[in-house]
């Protein structure tokens, strides 16, 4: 059984930064792409950023290139997004998700597994 389990979420004032961690289980994790997405009260789920299976191709939202940086440590079956220069317009709930295969989508409905969110607080 998949499980995929976010923490690291909550409360900062705008220009901090917080950084999120997804822990998989039940899964050859090594062998998925993974993502991070947002979701805001009253707006559609977007895709943050994303990572291939290797680590070493990514993908991120224009509204937070430069500021946020997706990683993974395959060894933890861990997958990681440190966001900086937070603005109030990042406060969402933050999804980690896992991909159909080794590569990445920004198809939300590619994403089979889902964790149940984390919520991040951005105070002006």
């Known amino acids: 059984q998949v499980q995929l389990a976010e923490s690291g979420g909550g409360l900062v004032q705008a220009g901090g930064s917080l950084r999120l961690s997804c822990a998989a289980s039940?899964?050859?994790?090594?062998?998925?792409?993974m993502a991070w997405f947002r979701q805001a009260p009253g707006k559609e789920r977007e895709l943050v950023a994303a990572?291939?299976?290797?680590?070493?191709?990514?993908y991120y939202a224009d509204s937070v290139k430069g500021r946020f940086t997706i990683s993974r440590d395959n060894a933890k079956n861990t997958v990681y997004l440190q966001m900086n220069s937070l603005k109030p317009e990042d406060a969402a709930v933050y999804y980690c998700?896992?991909?159909?295969?080794?590569?990445?989508?920004?198809?939300?409905?590619?994403?089979?597994?889902w964790g149940q969110g984390t919520q991040v607080t951005v105070s002006s």
């Open positions: 998700a896992r991909a159909g295969s080794r590569y990445y989508t920004v198809n939300p409905s590619e994403y089979a597994y």
């Open positions: 039940g899964l050859t994790f090594s062998s998925y792409a």
């Open positions: 990572i291939n299976w290797g680590g070493r191709s990514t």
